[in-house]
């Protein structure tokens, strides 16, 4: 069995570190493409796989075959391996906005097809990444996939009208955490803490909160007002970010992603 990756981006290897990682594949069993020498080669030294610059070695030699490339990409890369794909390979697709029947228009509709949609921390074993298989995957093939993804992660099976939201409440909302924590730290500068400090403060308790919520089951709000004590502290600080339309705005953020990801 051979998993191809035709890119070598942050993203493919985040997945190629999980998959050593929990043992699913050995090295041999790994080949990778990427358009310069020097990203093959890193991705060589690092992980010991094979590599190549020539995306259709790849795809012919691949049982699973991961589409880890920019959705810009796709028109220029894909008609030019879609023939050489094995008949009974896996595809998958990581890229945003690119729809199962996109894929099965430029694939054609008799291949096999999931889409994922990872996010960053995968790169730390602590993605969360929504699947979407096309009506040729059966269901050993959907769990050969999303065995692959829970080596990297927490993995969901969603219908595809849920992929624009997912990629904005999971794919993006990294960028909106860091933004916060980024804030956070700058306020406990501003208050005397040095900001080395500061940065670890605000990264391991938004770290441990999204843990207690995960590993609890309870409400948000339930957690939120377990902090909150009677004429306390953090209500004052509550108070102020409601003042401020903290929710509304993430809920706008969200809003304007989803409908981004639409138009892609």
Not at 128 to 135: L, Q
């Amino acid at each position: 069995m051979v998993i191809g990756f035709v890119g070598l981006g942050n993203m493919a290897k985040a997945m190629i570190s999980g998959i050593l990682g929990k043992g699913l594949y050995a090295p041999e069993e790994i080949i990778g493409s990427a358009r310069t020498k020097e990203t093959c080669d890193k991705a060589k030294k690092e992980f010991d796989i094979s590599t190549t610059t020539d995306n259709i070695e790849v795809a012919a030699n691949a049982d699973i075959l991961v589409l880890a490339i920019k959705p810009q990409m796709f028109k220029g890369v894909v008609p030019t391996i879609a023939g050489m794909i094995k008949k009974d390979a896996i595809v998958v697709s990581i890229a945003a906005g690119k729809t199962i029947n996109e894929l099965e228009e430029m694939l054609g509709k008799d291949k096999k097809i999931v889409r994922l949609m990872p996010n960053t921390p995968a790169m730390v074993n602590a993605g969360i990444t929504a699947v979407t298989p096309n009506s040729n995957i059966s269901e050993e093939d959907l769990a050969k996939v999303i065995k692959i993804c829970e080596s990297f992660g927490l993995a969901e099976r969603i219908p595809e009208s849920m992929m624009d939201a997912f990629v904005a409440v999971a794919g993006s909302s990294p960028a909106y955490v860091f933004m916060y924590m980024e804030a956070l730290a700058d306020a406990a500068v501003q208050a005397g803490i040095p900001r080395a400090q500061a940065y670890k403060f605000a990264a391991a308790s938004t770290m441990g909160s999204a843990k207690l919520m995960l590993e609890t089951g309870k409400h948000p709000g339930v957690l939120k007002d377990m902090v909150c004590s009677p004429a306390g502290t953090t209500i004052e600080a509550v108070h102020v970010l409601e003042d401020a339309g903290f929710r509304a705005a993430v809920m706008d953020a969200v809003e304007a992603c989803v409908e981004k990801s639409k138009r892609l």
